[in-house]
């Protein structure tokens, strides 16, 4: 993930708190890939899944 995403601030109402949700490794706990990071606000969407399945 771009660390610049976390300090952006949110283009629908400015603030700059996030909420971010992740899919822990089943084996190993300490890993864990990135589900979605969302304003804690308004709960715009800046990185989903479905990002990711377009990128590839």
Known sequence: MN??????KCPE???KDKT???RLDSQHHAFGKTQS???SN???VFK???DKKKDQ
């Open 37 to 39: 990071l969302t304003c």
């Open 13 to 15: 109402c400015g603030s």
């Open 20 to 22: 971010l949700k992740r």
């Open 3 to 8: 660390l610049g995403k976390l300090n952006e």
């Open 48 to 50: 989903s899944p479905e």
């Open 42 to 44: 308004c709960g715009y």
